[in-house]
């Protein structure tokens, strides 16, 4: 917008005036700015939350997608709700204060060197875990937690783009020598981690939103619904996890991918971080 579109002044002394419209106009834009870092951001049990929008997206794969397995839905829209989702896994410092405050039996490997440090995401967590620590946030907090759907955790992982295998776009999880996620990359630590990498140690996605590929498989909500009721479980007992780990191969990291376990299953490579809905209108 040209200088003095709106103002006019008839004198000639413009340029103070001019100065303190500009400074009149960087206020502004910083009351704005704060106010929408305040609507995207949360805050629960030191636990920091970000507004994914409501609206259509494109979740599965299309058959053409490398990688892909059998076993995933084919790309089409879904309307989601929006919701806030928590910017990294649940750590053990935060699963730590939902430990002593409820005498929750501690996960597998909770003593272990390796994967307990207080910035890596806690592991060794079942299903039945996970929703007990999201039931105590509810109660503490007075406002409702839970497990993110498998459609809501696949609408945040694709962080606002559309129709691209991983959470940053098309390109390998490590193409280039530049590593995008914490894998197993031909069993060797390439990425720099062994194993669980501390929470944020890779780029965020367009939501802000860090390892929603990789270091830790994440429970869902979910069910899950095999396209056949073979193998060793009825229909319906499993529950579904996403995003690969640790110990996943790269197409594992795709936004589409998941896998399933026993709600009462636990292991070194599974963890979860929790979702916050919006209050709707009544």
């Given at each position: 917008m040209k200088k003095g579109y709106y103002f006019q002044p008839k004198t000639e002394?413009?340029?103070?005036k001019t100065r303190w419209l500009s400074v009149i106009g960087l206020a502004v834009l910083i009351f704005c700015a704060a106010n929408v870092h305040t609507q995207e951001t949360l805050e629960t049990q030191s636990i920091?939350?970000?507004?994914?929008p409501g609206g259509y997206y494109l979740l599965g794969s299309p058959v053409s997608e490398p990688g892909r397995y059998a076993d995933e839905?084919?790309?089409?829209?879904?309307?989601?709700?929006?919701?806030?989702?928590?910017?990294?896994?649940?750590t053990n410092a935060q699963y730590a204060r939902f430990l002593k405050a409820t005498g929750h039996p501690a996960p597998l490997y909770w003593e272990d060197k390796n994967l307990n440090a207080s910035n890596q995401p806690v592991v060794g967590v079942t299903w039945n875990d996970a929703t007990a620590f999201t039931r105590w946030l509810t109660q503490v907090s007075?406002?409702?937690h839970r497990l993110p759907t498998e459609q809501e955790w696949e609408a945040a992982a694709r962080g606002g783009l559309t129709g691209q295998p991983f959470p940053w776009g098309a390109e390998a999880p490590d193409a280039g020598g530049v590593f995008r996620a914490n894998f197993r990359n031909d069993r060797t630590a390439k990425d720099g981690f062994l194993l669980s990498a501390p929470v944020g140690s890779f780029p965020p996605n367009g939501y802000g939103l860090f390892d929603m590929a990789g270091n830790v498989a994440?429970?869902?909500?979910?069910r899950y619904h095999p396209l056949n009721s073979g193998g060793p479980f009825k229909p319906e007992v499993l529950r579904v996890l996403k995003g690969g780990s640790w110990f996943s191969q790269a197409r594992d990291l795709r936004c589409a991918a998941r896998q399933a376990a026993a709600p009462d299953y636990s292991d070194g490579y599974i963890g979860f971080r929790v979702v916050r809905p919006t209050l709707k209108a009544p």
């Open positions: 002394n413009r340029k103070p920091s939350f970000r507004l994914i839905v084919i790309s089409h829209r879904v309307r989601v709700d929006a919701f806030y989702i928590a910017v990294t896994e649940t007075g406002v409702p994440e429970w869902c909500l979910d």
